[in-house]
């Protein structure tokens, strides 16, 4: 792509975003106020904005921060392995071999994003999709010609901006990056304009310059498959670095296998790109709170330190209120308080129903069960469950737009990188691919419902069979043991393969058919015995006594 191109598209996008960074500045200054500033940017650290100006309530700043935990608990816990791999062929997934192998790489996977700053990433990224309702998260790797690991960023809202493609899926993608002279010069050491050289080491090294960072798809260009690596220009996604004011390119471009960022959405607004989330739906009881708690400390003001009221020439000295104070009157009662006879319960009613709304909306109220040192097993089946009906949708969106295409860039990039476990020549020599399956506490409570629902069925299945033997027919055994193993994540070092149970079935059979021989051949030799012993006792018979 073209820098003037790049350059027209980024301040497209600008102009079309603009209706909605109004919305996102409020709820930055009332639900996140130190994730960004919509409207300023700060320069230097004095222009930082450290105070709460205007903020006097923070229900919706902890309901927001909950509804956050909450979601990266269930879906991505940094204390448990929240997703499984799996192969879209399943004849490989009732191959020993195969999934022995498939599990050592899923084990690699997640300890590599252990090992790297995802879990911290994390958190900000839920916490922007809950409260702009579009969050921004790039993985890139940190070294590509020695291993140093996997670098995730969660990258303001206010920063970014991008197109999407004809699923939805994002194409290309732009980010403002307003860097200084010296972090320019780091960045790019001997290709740096001289120019930013000469700024680099005058009083001015602490100016910034705004630059444009542009993620584009080449038309035309896919993943070899045969796995070969690539040069950063023959790679499917490439991107420069271009200087707002001039759209010079500042040093070379670059390539990617994969789109480096993911754009997930809570809720997605028809006819836009962008998401709503819950503090937009419940901005207006926050801003209405707000008012109403500054309105409210008002009149307690009032109340603690009252004024004062006396007739036109009561007073004859200035009036003083100060500790000791000495104020001189004609008559001791021409000097009173002055009494507002506010309503504090009318003001504290109101307040608690916006906070009531701010909580619901947020979902605090039904992710938060009864108050108690520590739940039990069937409380914390029973909040996720609740999560689940709740956050259903957005856990497919998720699922789709964040999860996915995070576990897949990972996968592909430790592959890649030669730190996954030699393919086994069952999977190279098979088709299709791998998908990604979902074990974290929110995902476990969906795929628990199926179980609860399969056993059921089996008990139902297995009382009616005593009346009617046939209908223990339809149960397909095999395969409910298999869906119950896949559902409840039970490692495949554990479960026989077709082949390994073929085989163990054949044996039975055979020892079954032996012992079987070995009976009737006894039965046969008794029969024998008994038949000869009867021919003897009839010949004695006859002869009669001797």
Known sequence: MKNEIIKRRYHERQSER?????????????????????????????ETQWRQSQLYDSTAIQACDTLASSLQGALTSPSAMWFTLQFQNEDLNNTNDAMIWLEEC?????????QANF??????????LCAYGTAIMTEEVVNEDSWDGIDFQSIPMKQCYFEPDH??????????????PLQILDKFGDETPQDIREAAESTSASERESIIFCIYRRQGVDLPKDGKPLVPKKRPYGFKYIRENDASQLG??????????????????SGSMWGHSPAMVCLPDVLNINELIEATLEAAGKVIDPASITTQRGLLSDLDLGRGGLTVVRNIGDLVPYETKSRFDVGEMVAENFRQSIRQTFRVDQLQLKESPAMTATEVQVRYEMMQRLLGPT?????????????????????????LPEVPQIVAQSAGGMKVEYTGPLPRAQKMDTVRSMQEWLGVVAEASQMFPDMADVVNTDNFSR???????IPALIVNDTEKIQEMRDARQEKQAQQEELMQ??????????????????????????
Do not use: H
């Open 18 to 46: 603009r209706p909605l960074d109004g919305i996102l500045q409020q709820i930055e200054r009332f639900v996140v106020p130190y994730r960004g500033n919509f409207f300023n940017d700060s320069s230097s650290e004095d």
């Open 106 to 114: 899923n084990r690699e996977v997640f300890e590599e994003l252990q």
């Open 119 to 128: 879990n911290i990433e994390a958190s900000e990224f839920y916490l922007d």
């Open 167 to 180: 699923k939805g899926g994002v194409m290309n993608f732009y980010r403002t990056l307003n860097w200084t």
């Open 252 to 269: 070379a471009e670059g390539g990617y296998y994969e789109q480096p960022a993911f754009i997930a959405k809570w809720r997605k607004v």
């Open 395 to 419: 856990l497919g969106r998720l699922q789709n737009d964040f999860l996915n295409p995070l576990v897949q860039r990972t996968f592909n990039i430790l592959m890649r990188a030669g730190r």
């Open 483 to 489: 869906m119950s193993a896949k559902l409840m994540s």
């Open 521 to 546: 051949a006894q039965a046969e030799g008794e029969a024998m015995q008994a038949q000869g012993k009867g021919a003897q006792d009839m010949a004695a018979a006859e002869q009669g006594p001797i």
